[in-house]
């Protein structure tokens, strides 16, 4: 069974500029995650997906990231306009919902000059 | 603020040993516990879970909840070099929520 596909795997920037990540989860999982994890810290949660529906995006900075999870399947994660501070590596996960596993992708490593 | 600790590390065992890993919760309401390994440059993996009090044993790896402490603990047995990872706590709480712990760093030496 083919795991949690996202690309692209790096990406260089520079500041300013709009970045996008795209994720396909694990066949059959309706919950979609998307983390954003920083050097020597845990993966920390922007946006849980229900299917198509954004059910969690509290922690989401909604100035300048954007998400969307159209047909309830593969999503994509925006950032417009990036800064410095948003070098890190952003995950995506999914899982069947509730308290089943969380199942990671490969993540992309975003660098922003 | 629902937390997650772990104390960073490294913990360093010679090959063979039983390595200890710990960690601590804050929220009460955390029903299931999650142990997942990193290593660098990779995504977290999962080794196991546990939601019931007591021990839960996978192989080498051995799962420890105490939910009167707030306490999680994970015992890898014979530990080898490959074991060299960063392993992750993190607990479920509310719906699907996972809050996770900044990591253990473990080194095991041949």
């Known amino acids: 069974e083919a795991g949690v596909v996202q690309s692209p795997r790096y990406k260089i920037i520079e500041k300013k500029q709009p970045v996008a990540f795209w994720c396909n989860p694990i066949?059959?999982?309706?919950?979609l995650y998307w983390y954003l994890q920083n050097l020597g810290q845990g993966p920390e949660l922007l946006i849980r997906?229900?299917?198509?529906?954004?059910?969690?995006d509290s922690q989401l900075p909604k100035d300048r990231f954007s998400a969307e999870r159209l047909k309830g399947v593969d999503s994509t994660l925006k950032i417009q306009p990036a800064e410095l501070g948003d070098s890190a590596v952003y995950l995506c996960a999914s899982s069947s919902g509730g308290t089943d596993t969380q199942y990671f992708g490969p993540g992309t490593r975003l660098t922003v000059l | 603020q629902k937390e997650v600790e772990q104390n960073s590390g490294p913990l360093s065992v010679p090959e063979g040993a039983i390595a200890s890993l710990n960690c601590t919760y804050s929220?009460?309401?955390?029903?299931?516990f999650f142990w997942y390994r990193q290593y660098s440059g990779k995504s977290p993996e999962l080794i196991m879970f546990?939601?019931?009090?007591g021990d839960k044993e996978d192989g080498r790896f051995t799962a420890q909840l105490n939910k009167a402490s707030q306490y999680v603990s994970l015992l890898i047995r014979d530990s080898q070099p490959s074991d060299s990872a960063t392993y992750l706590c993190?607990?479920?709480?509310?719906?699907?929520?996972?809050?996770f712990g900044k990591g253990t760093m473990l080194l095991v030496s041949p």
């Open positions: 929220d009460r309401g955390s029903q299931s």
């Open positions: 997906y229900e299917n198509e529906e954004a059910v969690d």
């Open positions: 546990i939601y019931s009090n």
């Open positions: 993190a607990a479920l709480s509310g719906y699907s929520t996972l809050t």
């Open positions: 066949s059959g999982h309706n919950t």
